[in-house]
């Protein structure tokens, strides 16, 4: 019943007059928003645009100011009087900022000054290179900038550790206290092996008047982020529990009287990013729910346990905070069919208004898909969320080629994300119709749901793949004949091992930077402490972790029979290069079609646009030569 209910629904739905579907120079014509904050006044909101010219293979930016009420945006590129630069002091006579310095020798010429031309580097320990950079001794510190004299203190003078943290941190990783006396900064204070393999980021507390330095949060040995005061001064933070998990629940702590109060432990559920109210007394956070990521509030105050009441509802992501004014916030939102854009929400109703409207003149001539969400039995007996996302034109009466989306992670949420590489919108548009499965191991369903991956890799979560598949693929609109599976990092593993069990419901297969052998990726990545916990520690451990068995791909090669392409980067140090080339070699012995893309210089992600131009023309040159 629901099933024809929904297809009456689809048949009825009115698409803009248009021929046009999405197309991967459409995607890169869209302009990428993110939120600055507001004004001083609080009555306007600062944002900037940023664009991509693929012919030259850059990008520029450009910033914009709107009134928090609505209105055409104006473009300001200085926006220095009605903007408080957070990084100032309270008083105005210092600011942090972030510089590079060399601390340690690494290379040839540190060690041998004569030999200038040499380009080697020296190790004597792990964390030789992370994510995409090589370790050559120099460090991000916090500088302490004197504005009247231009006096500069180096608050971390002469420490083998970075803030912010690398590489995704950014300027939430440094505050003032309220009266300007400390600075916060979050930082990874460990060396080598220790640093690689451990998760124990702290909040550390910089005094000016002392220049002494204390740790905040050196009880806890798991990740301690993104520090902020209230209007009172309670300090909050984030944190995980669990040393080596990066994927712990997270919670949010506040320091009240001296004493560390867990807001949201008794909570089944984990938070992205959270910002106190004006007034100081409430805690709105961002958290992913149900494949969709919502807005919660809590009071932090209220004897007993809070209550946390989950403020809006709807078919799409809540991307960040921007910031409060009044009774209402202003965030940015997303959906699998549009990028992000600037709303804002009614704190008594949760109601959202959307604000920007920078790509309204692409989408209007873009005919959208339909994105219908499915609750799908699983081989253990519950229900599991998958994304089905439909060709704009879809007609029930016809075949399509379907897609498999395999999400990486493996502990990243299948939500309501647009994503210039993996996007659905385009996908959908090339004549697919896309299964998203949010399956075990994906936040929104409670720690266990989350957990349960760790250590598992090829155990439920794959069958809730093909629960996913199976299901779908009763109806009757689906190709059987051409159903292709595709994915990145864990998805891309998730690819080879599918690869060696499928039992034939494959026609395709598509992997970007997979894991293919957990013993070498286990020799060669970087952050020790994701395969620790994933894989469950070293391969020559007894009894040998199952990963390197039951569950390494390389041992199931003997039963690939699919066509198969591989995307490998060439600074990808998370998954290392051999991961892709191992795979491509032994499809290639083996006498399976394939093909492999080297891109040498992007890393986990593609991030140039010509080269992502690249990326999804073979993409789906590939899918049309093995999905005929």
Same mark, same amino acid.
């Given at each position: ?155 971390? !003078? /002469? +420490? ?8 995704? @941190? ?5 505050? *003032?206290? =309220? &009266? #300007? ?75 009240? !009287? /001296? +004493? ?8 089944? @559920? ?5 910002? *106190?109210? =004006? &007034? #100081? ?348």
């Amino acid at each position: 019943m629901k099933r024809i209910f929904f297809l009456i629904v689809f048949s009825a739905y009115c698409f803009p007059v248009s021929s046009q579907v999405m197309t991967p120079e459409k995607l890169w014509s869209i302009a990428r928003i993110s939120a600055v904050g507001l004004t001083n006044d609080a009555q306007k909101v600062i944002f900037k645009t940023r664009s991509y010219d693929i012919d030259a293979n850059t990008s520029s930016s450009k910033t914009y100011v709107i009134p928090v009420t609505g209105g055409e945006p104006v473009l300001d590129q200085n926006i220095d009087s009605i903007f408080r630069d957070g990084k100032i002091s309270p008083s105005g006579n210092w600011k942090i900022i972030p510089k590079e310095v060399e601390v340690e020798p690494v290379t040839g010429e540190d060690f041998y000054p004569q030999l200038e031309k040499s380009d080697v580097y020296i190790y004597d320990d792990l964390n030789y290179r992370h994510w995409d950079k090589w370790e050559d001794g120099h460090y991000s510190h916090l500088f302490l900038k004197n504005l009247s004299t231009g006096e500069e203190i180096d608050i971390m !003078e /002469g +420490e083998p550790h970075s803030t912010p943290l690398e590489p995704f @941190g950014g300027p939430e990783d440094y505050i *003032w206290t =309220n &009266d #300007g006396g400390q600075v916060l900064y979050v930082s990874k204070k460990l060396k080598g092996r220790e640093y690689a393999v451990s998760t124990n980021t702290d909040i550390y507390a910089y005094d000016l008047s002392s220049g002494t330095t204390t740790n905040i949060t050196d009880d806890n040995e798991g990740y301690d982020t993104q520090p902020a005061f209230s209007a009172e001064g309670v300090l909050a933070w984030l944190q995980m529990d669990e040393p080596g998990y990066e994927s712990d629940k997270n919670d949010i702590i506040i320091l009240q !009287e /001296g +004493e560390k109060v867990n807001l949201t432990g008794n909570w089944d @559920g984990t938070v992205s990013s959270f910002e *106190w109210s =004006n &007034d #100081g007394k409430t805690i709105y956070f961002i958290a992913p729910v149900m494949g969709t990521k919502q807005l919660f509030v809590l009071e932090p105050y209220k004897k007993g346990v809070p209550e946390i009441k989950q403020l809006t509802e709807g078919q799409f992501d809540i991307t960040g905070l921007v910031g409060q004014t009044g009774n209402t916030m202003v965030v940015t939102r997303t959906d699998m069919n549009r990028a992000a854009e600037i709303y804002t929400v009614n704190l008594r109703t949760g109601d959202l208004t959307q604000l920007t409207s920078v790509n309204d003149s692409i989408y209007q001539d873009i005919l959208l898909s339909e994105v219908e969400k499915r609750m799908i039995p699983t081989t253990d007996g519950k229900e599991m969320l998958t994304w089905i996302i439909y060709p704009p034109d879809f007609d029930p009466t016809k075949k399509y080629p379907t897609l498999l989306y395999l999400q990486g992670g493996p502990q990243s949420p299948l939500s309501q994300f647009y994503s210039y590489r993996w996007n659905f919108q385009l996908m959908a548009a090339n004549g697919y119709i896309v299964v998203a499965p949010n399956r075990r191991g994906m936040p929104g369903y409670g720690v266990e749901w989350n957990e349960q991956i760790s250590g598992d890799w090829g155990g439920q979560n794959i069958q809730d793949y093909l629960s996913a598949i199976d299901a779908v693929s009763k109806e009757p609109f689906v190709d059987t004949e051409r159903i292709g599976a595709v994915g990145a990092s864990y998805g891309g593993y998730s690819v080879f091992y599918l690869a060696g069990m499928h039992e034939n419901r494959f026609k395709t297969f598509i992997a970007h930077d997979g894991i293919f052998n957990t013993r070498s990726m286990y020799g060669t990545t970087e952050e020790l402490f994701f395969v620790n916990k994933d894989l469950g520690g070293p391969y020559w451990e007894t009894p040998t972790p199952k990963a390197y068995t039951d569950f390494n791909p390389i041992n199931f090669v003997d039963k690939w029979n699919t066509p198969i392409m591989i995307v490998q980067g060439g600074k990808d140090f998370r998954v290392p290069v051999g991961q892709g080339l191992e795979a491509f070699q032994a499809a290639q012995l083996r006498g399976i079609k394939s093909k492999l893309l080297y891109f040498p210089m992007e890393n986990h992600w593609i991030l140039t646009p010509q080269n992502a131009i690249v990326w999804q023309r073979e993409f789906f040159k590939w899918l049309e030569e093995t999905l005929k």
